[in-house]
């Protein structure tokens, strides 16, 4: 085991990542990866090393990709500089090659792969929509959901405390937003005594329980939440989408949080005015998410990575093969984890 390896998988108990501990187990005798080059692009953070620290045992020989548009953590950049692992950014690598490009966001597109790609996120997507090798959307996947719905909502009930605000019993949040982070956080404040309402498209959104639905279009009804609001948190995924509110927003005595990756509140909303000024609340705290939650998802993306690698992937984008994500499921059923996702009704189905 390398001083990286040692590092990075000491730091966080084996329970906090079944999924991560038995691929490792596994592929360290089997060795999988045995000198395939990888780039992985996935958001870098000290609980995120784990899974670096997995493929490196399996024998893959590790690039790590960074940009400017994820977020990373410098601590954990610096760790994986001093193991002597690469770090590249998109403009710096025209001219590399790798087997397998593990992308988020598709900030590596361009990257040269031997045998195609996983992208970890929604948004990139589209840009590989056309492609022609093989590209495995880990979004796709209803394991995804643990980390954006439950992860997520965590990470801001987390980011609340930070803020010194523990006791939700009561107060209303109001969630714009109902995708799979939304969705997430409204379980988790609702969870919490919390009166939670979804403003929303209300043909595009399925509420979780116990959640109210308000029409984003009627601006009169809107208005009148955001008046009665105690937090107003953004997961819209859209760039400026409050803008309509700006004044309101200003003015007004809701906490505002923003969990998207762009400014939600848009330009005309101060940033001291929004918790963690504009940036996502979770990313306040030194793991924004939780290893747990990340686990299954970490997991995945090795083991899409490696039907990569193996030339068993079709050409063009694909989800996950459902078999893998089973596999995964099953290692959780006796996890703390497990116990959470048998509370939370359909969200891996």
Known sequence: MSEFQRIALSAFPPAERPALTAQNVDWRESQPFAGAKLLIATPVFFNTLVTHAVLQSAGAELTIGVSADLPRDSQALEVIAKAGIDIVEPTSIARRGYDVVVDCAAQFRNTSARYGYVELTRSG?????????????VDASP????ETSLGTGDGFIRGLAHYGHTDL???????????????????SCHRRGAEVLIIDDPN??????????VDRDDSTEVSHQIERAWCIVTATGEPAALDPWAQTLTVSNPLLANMGVADEFGARVPAERVLNRKAPLNFVLDEPTRLRYLDPVLALVNASALHVLRGEAKPGMHPPPAEIEAQILSLLSDTKLGQELASTPDLTT
Do not use: D
């Not at 394991?143 to 643990?146: E, F, G, V």
């Open 125 to 137: 997507a589209s840009h590989y929509a056309s492609a022609r090798q093989p590209v495995v959307l």
């Open 169 to 187: 019993t009561g107060k209303v949040i109001a969630v714009f937003g109902g995708g799979k982070v939304g969705q997430g956080i409204a379980i």
């Open 204 to 213: 595009a959104v399925t509420l979780p329980p116990n959640v109210a639905l």
């Open 143 to 146: 394991i995804k959901r643990i």
